[in-house]
């Protein structure tokens, strides 16, 4: 896979736009968890990298139009795939600063609560949506399959893994883990399934 | 499944991408059918045949 700062067709690869907002996150994160900004600061902060995502999107849609460096497939599928998890996403960033912030600067009553706490769930239930678009309206059927194999073997990697730590939690063995990082394993999963097309079919599947 | 797609691809000079735009697929589909990797559904064994004029068992034959 091309290198982060690759350019591709005149533009920066995808993977720098990505690099640059995990980057300004985890400086925001630093701050933030060393009280050298406060929480509004912070949720302000949050939502200025949001501005990457349109850049970053161009330029995903750039690299699957030139075909790609043998990673990615040409098809209007993966554009809406891609334009959908990166609205997902934000969404999510935006839900989970609300929420923090809400919890922390004022007394919430319960239904604000359950609206705030559901938020953050329902932007990720967006990202399982944008898999399921993917495979419906992929009209090609080699990379159909890639993402049906990938998305079956993020499902058993999450199953799998969620099975084993729940035993071992109930034997007090591990610590207790809130349930959405189970999603957290599947998208590895997915991660791991993209890794295991590449290795068996020579290309990724869903970016 | 053994299939005579590079063979007849090149017959007619064109590349994988060529291939691939007569068929409407990607260039990986292409490349996962001519190696082997990937046996196509019935459908596009028959555009397949149809893109190069020929019957599907010319194209593909089972060993």
Request: net charge neutral; proline share 3%.
């Amino acid at each position: 896979m091309a290198g982060k700062t690759e350019t591709n067709g005149g533009g920066r690869s995808p993977f720098f736009y990505a690099g640059l907002i995990l980057f300004a996150y985890a400086i925001i994160i630093a701050l933030a968890s060393t009280d050298a900004i406060n929480s509004v600061t912070a949720l302000i902060l949050m939502v200025a990298p949001l501005g990457l995502v349109w850049p970053m999107m161009k330029a995903a849609t750039r690299r699957i139009d030139s075909g790609g460096p043998g990673c990615f497939a040409k098809g209007e599928a993966q554009k809406r795939y891609m334009k959908r998890v990166a609205i997902s996403t934000s969404l999510y960033l935006i839900a989970l600063a609300a929420m923090t912030f809400g919890e922390k600067q004022y007394e919430l009553t319960e239904p604000v609560r359950v609206v705030l706490a559901t938020l953050p769930g329902l932007a990720i239930v967006g990202v399982f949506w944008a898999v399921g678009r993917l495979i419906i309206e992929e009209q090609d059927e080699f990379i159909r399959m890639l993402v049906i194999r990938q998305a079956l073997i993020a499902t058993g990697f999450a199953m799998s893994a969620a099975s084993v730590w729940g035993f071992l939690e109930t034997a007090d063995i591990v610590v207790h883990l809130d349930a959405y990082w189970w999603a957290v394993v599947w998208f590895f999963g997915l991660f791991v399934g993209a890794v295991m097309n590449r290795i068996q079919y020579g290309t990724w599947g869903a970016a | 499944m053994k299939n005579r797609l590079k063979v007849l691809r090149a017959e007619n000079d064109w590349s994988q991408q060529d291939l691939a735009d007569h068929l409407g697929v990607s260039r990986q589909s292409v490349n996962a059918i001519e190696t082997g990797k990937y046996d196509p559904s019935l459908p596009l064994a028959f555009k397949i045949a149809d893109v190069f004029s020929l019957r599907i068992e010319d194209i593909f034959q089972w060993n």
